[in-house]
């Protein structure tokens, strides 16, 4: 998917009730990271929001892909945790690798940015970012103790 598909998507996109812990496990099972095991921690109570499902995939999938890309020699996992409240969804993709200082935020939301140039186009988290905001949530980045998180916060319906 592009930046430009992702911001311009109209309102009468598709739009499905989608079971998420159906859908991360799909994703999951289909990922592949040659340096660390992909795991979906699913939840007790399963997790539905109304949203187009092949812009959340993808989404998700770029998430997953920048933890393997980007996680550096110290990456030896990659989690993934789905919650909810009664309003919103959080999936968060978290791994143990070697983080990005958090004065890189704003550089690796930017189109074709980058904490390190070299690998990758330097989209998958404005295309997430993009598809975050398309759905009324938002993404939000974080620096953990070791590593790195992402997390898409979802309405569970639409405005």
Do not use: W, Y
Request: glycine share 8%; proline share 4%.
């Amino acid at each position: 998917m592009t930046l430009e598909r992702a911001r311009a998507a109209s309102h009468s996109a598709p739009v499905d009730m989608v079971n998420l812990d159906d859908m991360l496990s799909e994703v999951v099972s289909r990922s592949t990271c040659g340096r660390a095991p992909v795991t979906f921690h699913r939840t007790e109570v399963p997790q539905r929001i109304a949203a187009d499902e092949t812009m959340l995939r993808e989404a998700v999938k770029n998430l997953i892909d920048n933890a393997c890309v980007h996680g550096g020699e110290r990456l030896t996992r990659i989690d993934i945790h789905l919650t909810g409240t009664a309003r919103q969804a959080r999936i968060t993709v978290s791994d143990d690798g070697d983080g990005v200082d958090p004065a890189d935020f704003p550089k690796i939301l930017a189109r074709f940015g980058q904490a390190d140039p070299g690998q990758g186009s330097g989209l998958g988290l404005s295309i997430t970012e993009a598809i975050a905001e398309r759905h009324g949530g938002k993404l939000i980045l974080n620096k953990v103790a070791r590593g790195f998180s992402a997390s898409l916060v979802l309405p569970k319906r639409r405005a």
